[in-house]
């Protein structure tokens, strides 16, 4: 039985590992994809009317891109905490299979309000952990940023040299684009609010499992009652 189970742990922690793996590498290759495929559209698009619409695309696909950047950095945290907490030899938390946590973690985040869970999880917050910077998350959040403001400064430049209700349209929704790629990546995307992704996750399993309200496990077989959620511990 000790056997089957340290089995299940060897290869959930290697399935978790190549999932971290395959995350870092989307979240590096995409952006260099798309400013290249920009770079290659420019060159085809050049002299023709399309091409005065490229720099609001761009800045579009790189502001989805910032997002799901960020989301990939918020689930490789989730899963690298998990990993610290359940799985490897300092484990402090109980270990009942990645789909389960996951259920329960889910479960968790929607009972009682954000401050009691914020509560909770600054319980386990360790402040010395936190890292300077969250790894390799500058340097692409400068290469997003950058990427923006060149594209930004074209557009302008364009439109400098074609005073058209085409190129003047253009250039107004890539201003606008480019405020609210700006709103999100020098706001709650910038990489000093990041830093701290892996510690709180951390520090949030520990609460997840930690917490005893009624109906945590078997909610769903208990009636509607069961989905109010319980500060009794």
């Not at 720099?55 to 945290?77: D, E, G, K, M, Y």
């Not at 946590?101 to 917050?125: F, M, N, P």
């Amino acid at each position: 039985m000790e056997d089957g189970k340290a089995n299940l742990l060897q290869a959930e922690y290697a399935t978790l590992r190549e999932e971290i793996l395959q995350n870092k590498k989307y979240v590096f290759e995409r952006p260099l994809l798309i400013i290249t495929a920009a770079g290659v559209a420019s060159i085809k698009l050049s002299g023709e009317a399309p091409l005065a619409f490229l720099p609001l695309l761009l800045v579009i696909v790189l502001l989805t891109n910032l997002w799901f950047t960020v989301n990939r950095l918020h689930s490789n945290a989730r899963i690298v905490a998990y990993l610290s907490v359940a799985l490897e030899p300092s484990a402090v938390i109980e270990w009942i299979g990645w789909e389960n946590a996951l259920r329960k973690y889910r479960s968790w985040s929607k009972r009682g309000t954000s401050e009691e869970r914020s509560r909770a999880v600054g319980e386990h917050i360790d402040l010395a952990a936190i890292p300077d910077a969250m790894m390799f998350y500058p340097a692409l959040w400068i290469l997003h940023l950058a990427t923006v403001i060149i594209t930004a400064a074209s557009s302008g430049a364009s439109l400098i040299n074609s005073m058209t209700p085409v190129s003047i349209t253009a250039f107004a929704l890539t201003m606008l684009t480019s405020a609210i790629f700006l709103y999100y990546c020098l706001g709650p995307d910038r990489p000093g609010k990041l830093r701290s992704v892996i510690e709180t996750q951390r520090a949030t399993w520990i609460a997840v499992f930690e917490d005893r309200s009624e109906g945590d496990v078997n909610r769903d077989s208990k009636g509607p009652d069961a989905n109010r959620w319980s500060a009794t511990t």
